[in-house]
């Protein structure tokens, strides 16, 4: 009955002025109620090309077999053809890795881009609020479906600073020091220098 949610997401390598980094582009969304993992599976499978994914992950209570004895839902998945990999469920440094992602790159657009078709994502997670008994948590009585498969997608997906790897810039010959200073002021003749009184520091 809770929403079933799947986001797909491609990573663009970015070079800007000298600096090198990550976008992470969500473009896919695809979510609903009331279907089998079959069934979900197959509506996969026929929206999307899965040779262009490196992985599927997915929330790892996907993997625990059923109290009747039945196949887990990521075994039904794979039945069908998905194979899904469980994800990093470590909740806390989740939303740290999503903040990374939505912070701002030098080129002034956020490391993490949505594309306009993934209107729910979109619309929910702007409305995440923290846990009234852990701050560092979201509250889950929300509509944290979206924000759950965000989380488990920047997880695993790296994070590259664009302060931690800057590109080999040409190297530039150093300007001799009379190209920018006249030195013609400061010059003596010997017996200037002999006239003048040498400079003793006590």
Known sequence: TAPFV??????QKVNFEGLEFNRLWVYREIWGVEKN???????????INLDQY?????????????????????????????TIKPANNNRVNGW???????????????????????????????????DENNVEDVDTLG????????RYLC????????????????????PAFRDFIDLSEFEQTQKEKIKRPALVQK
């Open 54 to 82: 490196a992985k599927v992950m997915g929330d790892p209570s996907m993997f625990i077999k059923q109290n009747d004895g039945s196949e887990s839902i990521a075994d039904q998945f794979k039945s069908a053809g998905l």
């Open 143 to 150: 509509e944290d479906h979206w924000a759950d498969a965000l």
């Open 37 to 47: 993992p079959a069934d979900w599976a197959a509506l996969i499978l026929g929206s």
């Open 155 to 174: 997880m695993h997906v790296k994070f590259v600073d664009a302060g931690s790897v800057r590109r080999p810039s040409a190297k530039k010959k150093k």
């Open 6 to 11: 799947f986001l797909g997401a491609a990573l």
């Open 96 to 130: 740290v890795s999503v903040h990374k992602w939505l912070s701002i790159a030098p080129d002034g657009l956020p490391y993490l881009m949505v594309t306009d078709n993934c209107r729910r994502l979109i619309e929910t997670l702007p409305e995440m609020v923290h």
